[in-house]
């Protein structure tokens, strides 16, 4: 089975400094990888995904997540954390079959501190 | 830009009681899923729907939980006989298939 492991309960920092959320992959085959963000009190929101193509994928709100093959990887990034960004991300990998379904991690809170 | 909504935003209901959350997915979208979320923790899926029939369940969603799509635009999730367990944040999601899930804000349901 597809799945993603978020080794991190909490990532703390300070506003302005990078931010870096982690997530590991198991699949078999090619991964779709995804990242999702959830304010308090709200829903999910789409942040960005890996299908194919280039290693480093840009996304919404200027987080970017890495792609590494060999490491089995796609790590959530942003140079320069807001008190804003505090939030629960959550790493996402399609499962297989046809119906589109995501698996998510267990999520990781971002706490980003003036 | 389109969303997915859910009603009610919080519901609070006795056990054993039916409870109906509803969900209106976007218009052109073809999958529809329901996730749960029990208090800060990690999203579970639940059940996937395509073509007027479920394509996948969890093993969560048991003989107390079935899917609807009444009308053509609302996607139901019905709980017949609710028990403390079940309280849990419920998010609907769908896609046109494009990878992507959208998902609603949520329906917020607390079983006494």
């Known amino acids: 089975a597809q799945s993603v492991a978020q080794p991190e309960d909490q990532v703390n920092v300070a506003e302005g400094n990078p931010l870096t959320v982690k997530c590991t992959y198991s699949?078999?085959?090619?991964?779709?990888l995804f990242w999702y963000v959830q304010y308090p009190n709200r829903g999910l929101q789409f942040l960005l995904k890996?299908?194919?193509?280039?290693?480093l994928v840009k996304g919404s709100y200027g987080f970017e997540a890495e792609f590494n093959k060999s490491q089995t990887s796609f790590h959530l990034k942003k140079p320069s954390a807001l008190v804003s960004d505090s939030a629960l991300y959550f790493c996402?990998?399609?499962?297989?079959?046809?119906?589109?379904?995501?698996?998510f991690g267990a999520g990781t809170t971002v706490t980003v501190r003036a | 830009e389109p969303e997915v909504t859910q009603t009610p935003s919080h519901q609070v209901t006795q056990m054993g009681q039916e409870v109906i959350l509803r969900c209106v997915p976007i218009?052109?979208?073809?999958?529809f899923y329901w996730y749960r979320q029990i208090l800060g923790q990690k999203v579970e899926f639940l059940v996937s729907?395509?073509?007027?029939?479920?394509?996948?369940k969890s093993e969560i969603f048991d003989d107390q939980f079935s899917v609807e799509r009444p009308d053509g635009s609302n996607f139901t999730l019905k709980i017949r006989s609710t028990k403390l367990e079940d309280s849990a944040m419920y998010f609907c999601?769908?896609?046109?298939?494009?990878?992507?899930?959208?998902f609603g804000a949520g329906s917020r349901l607390t079983v006494l």
């Open positions: 999601a769908s896609t046109a298939g494009a990878n992507v899930l959208t």
């Open positions: 699949v078999s085959g090619n991964p779709y």
């Open positions: 890996y299908i194919t193509g280039d290693n």
């Open positions: 996402a990998v399609r499962d297989l079959g046809n119906d589109y379904k995501l698996s």
């Open positions: 218009s052109n979208h073809l999958y």
């Open positions: 729907f395509y073509n007027n029939e479920i394509s996948e």
